[in-house]
């Protein structure tokens, strides 16, 4: 039998090896040589083609280019934004744009400056990027007028799978579509009202205190001696397990947790794949970034029905319990009153809920990371913080004093410049009732929106420079934690006066992000925990000189770091 295959085997060689004989070998000298696509390209239609393309190309960019600077040039008062030069009539930027988002928004700036507005356009999609500290002024004291209405309905469709019917809820312009029953505001101006209730004053730092708490005994826990050194391998995903459960637990409840173990886990896998829902790939070609979407809906939608049989989210008043395990805060209590009030069905009220598991950790754990981070990296400045958390410690208890973080400059300083380097965030606004004036100059149709990026506001040295020329002591490249400090005769003080168009990573105006508060609590308290309970060094401190934010990020928010980071603890006495 082997024998028998062996032998066809060789035949069936053979039979190759003849028919390879019989085939005649052009001489290599000979045209007939060259493969297909070199005949192709010698050929003259060819040839034809790439030069009516090339002249396409050309004279596209050349006359946009020349529409651009004569737009910006012009005298008239109201004018359009100009939109930036392309080469593909329709497609205009959509492959700079998806190839890399953070070099093009960097070489726009550096090529035209940061005064006009630029139009962007991918398609069907467009963009005004606002650049210029004046009109940035202009967009943030016209919360009144502008709406981030149309983004919020993008990302709740395409992020956070909203079904289509309540999609009018976020999108809706006319109040009487988005008011059944008579309710007397839209949704959306109503959620804000709620965030910024729940997340300020005594709700605050009853939240911010019991994270603290969560994560401490998270931590207390954990198998780390004092008498030897622990070797955490990629630190940047073990404090996304550390800190994301906590925020969960500390918001939301502890029982979400225990019915779905794997919610950490699932929540970073989903928040990886958001460029990839933005640009609406289907299933098929992402196949495994629905399921785990799906796998997180359907879990909430679970654990909100458990909350809601087991606990009363009318609860959120004065007389209701701060925290309890089911519903979590006050916030999520409220969140959910008003949810139901305007109708929405379970699956729209776990989309909801995704969105806040975004929000509320997308940001703010790669922001942990960086500033732990920094501060791991340079020792003096570790020592300088260290000084300042010993500061914040209650007498009574020897627990962090969250509030006292707010006296602290270099702390407060370090966090600004953390989020000053790596937060790309957006802020986008749009009047859906007229076009807009800008200033004097230009007008942005009804409709368009514009977009603020963090990003770039972060690195405009000429505003910086003349808002707080003590700022720009160091090139803004450059990590710096004293930027935002102030001298008077006495003392340095933390301060971000003046810097609203500057400093950016929260938005601004009205909308600006009501959990920054939060943000910055966990963040600080964060880094003062880690440092009382362990000693903590880098691994390897030259190839940490090489981690850095990982601008091939899109983007939605806090950079994740280009590498992983290798980190040792040691308990403390
Ligand atoms: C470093 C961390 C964070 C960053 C960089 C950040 C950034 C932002 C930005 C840029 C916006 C849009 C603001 C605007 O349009 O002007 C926003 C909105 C929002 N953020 Fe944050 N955020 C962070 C943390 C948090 C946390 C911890 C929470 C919740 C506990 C939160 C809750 C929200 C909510 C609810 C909104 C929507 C407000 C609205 O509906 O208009 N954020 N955030």
Same mark, same amino acid.
């Given at each position: 039998m082997a024998s028998n295959i062996s032998e066809r085997a060789s035949s069936s060689m053979e039979n190759i090896s003849e028919s390879h004989s019989m085939l005649t070998i @052009?001489? *290599?000298?000979? %045209? /007939? !040589?060259?493969n297909p696509l070199l005949i192709t390209v010698n050929s003259t239609p060819f040839r034809i083609a790439a030069l009516v393309l090339l002249t396409l190309l050309v004279s596209t960019y050349t006359l946009s280019l020349f529409k651009f600077i004569r737009t910006r040039n012009s005298q008239r008062p109201g004018k359009p934004a100009p939109t930036l030069p392309y080469y593909l009539l329709g497609i205009c930027h959509a492959f700079d744009l998806d190839w890399s988002m953070a070099s093009f928004l960097a070489n726009t700036v550096k090529r035209w400056g940061y005064l006009s507005p630029i139009a962007v356009r991918a398609g069907p999609f467009g963009f005004t990027m606002i650049v210029n500290p004046n009109h940035i002024r202009t967009i943030l004291r016209s919360s009144k007028t502008l709406t981030n209405r149309p983004m919020l309905a993008f990302v709740m469709e395409k992020w956070f799978s909203t079904p289509k019917e309540y999609l009018h809820f976020y999108a809706a312009h006319d109040p009487s579509v988005t008011t059944p029953g008579g309710m007397p505001e839209r949704m959306h101006d109503f959620q804000v009202k709620v965030s910024l209730k729940y997340l300020s004053g005594k709700h605050l730092l009853e939240m911010s205190e019991r994270y603290l708490a969560i994560l401490k005994s998270r931590l207390v826990k954990l198998? +780390? %001696? &004092?008498d030897g050194w622990v070797e955490i391998s990629d630190f940047y995903t073990w404090l996304q397990n550390q800190v994301t459960s906590s925020i969960i637990e500390a918001m939301m409840g502890s029982r979400i947790l225990e019915m779905y173990p794997g919610i950490v886990e699932d929540f970073w896998k989903f928040e990886h794949q958001v460029a990839n829902y933005s640009r609406g790939l289907p299933r098929w070609m992402i196949p495994s970034a629905y399921k785990t979407r799906e796998r997180l809906l359907a879990n909430i939608k679970a654990w909100n029905r458990l909350a809601n049989r087991e606990s009363d989210y009318t609860q959120h008043g004065e007389e209701g319990p701060e925290w309890d395990e089911f519903f979590g805060t006050k916030f999520i209590k409220a969140r959910e009153g008003y949810l139901r009030e305007y109708g929405l069905n379970e699956d729209a009220i776990a989309s909801e809920h995704l969105g806040l598991l975004f929000g509320s950790n997308a940001n703010v754990v790669p922001a942990v990371f960086w500033y732990i981070f920094e501060s791991f990296k340079d020792v003096e400045l570790q020592e300088k913080l260290k000084t300042e958390l010993q500061d914040c410690l209650? @007498?009574? &208890? =020897?627990?962090?004093? +969250? %509030? $006292? !973080?707010? &006296?602290k400059p270099l702390l407060q300083s370090t966090y600004a410049e953390v989020l000053r380097l790596c937060v790309t965030t957006t802020t986008t606004r749009t009047n859906e009732n007229a076009n807009f $004036?800008? =200033?004097?100059?230009y007008t942005i149709d009804k409709d368009k929106t514009m977009t603020i990026f963090a990003s770039i506001t972060a690195y405009n040295r000429q505003a910086w420079g003349t808002a707080r @020329?003590?700022?720009? =002591?160091? @090139? /803004?490249?450059e990590f710096w934690p004293e930027r935002f400090l102030r001298s008077n005769k006495k003392e340095a003080n933390f301060s971000l006066e003046g810097l609203t168009e500057c400093w950016m990573p929260y938005g #601004? #105006? *009205?909308?600006?992000? %009501?959990g920054r508060h939060f943000a910055k609590n966990v963040i600080i308290s964060t880094l003062g925990l880690l440092l009382e309970l362990f000693e903590c060094e880098l691994v390897d401190v030259q190839q940490a000189e090489q981690v850095k934010p990982d601008t091939k990020w899109v983007p939605y928010g806090t950079l994740p770091p280009t590498k992983e980071v290798a980190v040792r603890l040691r308990r403390t006495e």
């Open positions: @052009p001489n *290599q000298e000979s %045209p /007939l !040589f060259a198998d +780390i %001696p &004092t209650k @007498p009574e &208890t =020897g627990d962090l004093d +969250i %509030p $006292k !973080f707010s &006296t $004036k800008l =200033g004097p100059d @020329p003590e700022s720009v =002591g160091k @090139p /803004l490249d #601004g #105006g *009205q909308r600006m992000c %009501p």
